[in-house]
């Protein structure tokens, strides 16, 4: 019964190619069982040709689609962190410029306060 339905299926895949005039149905077990062959024999070049022709380029138009989703969400991400990055730099700038400016007091300071001991010493 496994036998028929397969037979079946792989004819009904060549039927438009009998219906063409290329090939003629069996008329008798043997012209079947020599059809079946000569339909086995034909199928490696057909799954090859609905390879090349039908699958890889359907795979590949997927492909280069993803491929531009996933370049336009890392175009948006860069972007974002590049916002964040900034405003990151904003904020430590500003308070980069703040402890400069108190460690340059308190460098004056300390340098003031030196200068009065040196002058100490010779009074």
Known sequence: MNKI???????S???????????EPPENLEEAKGFGLEIIGQLPGAVKKIWR??????W?????????????LWDWLKAQLQKLWNCILGLLGREVEKVKS??????????????????????
Do not use: R, Y
């Open 5 to 11: 339905i397969i037979i079946c299926l792989t004819a």
């Open 13 to 23: 895949l060549f039927l438009p190619i009998m219906a063409q005039g290329e090939m």
């Open 53 to 58: 022709e039908e699958v890889l380029p359907l």
């Open 60 to 72: 590949q138009k997927m492909w280069d689609w993803l491929k531009g989703q996933l370049q336009k």
């Open 102 to 123: 108190e460690a340059k007091e308190k460098q004056e300071e300390i340098q003031k306060s030196l200068w009065q001991k040196f002058k100490d010493l010779f009074k």
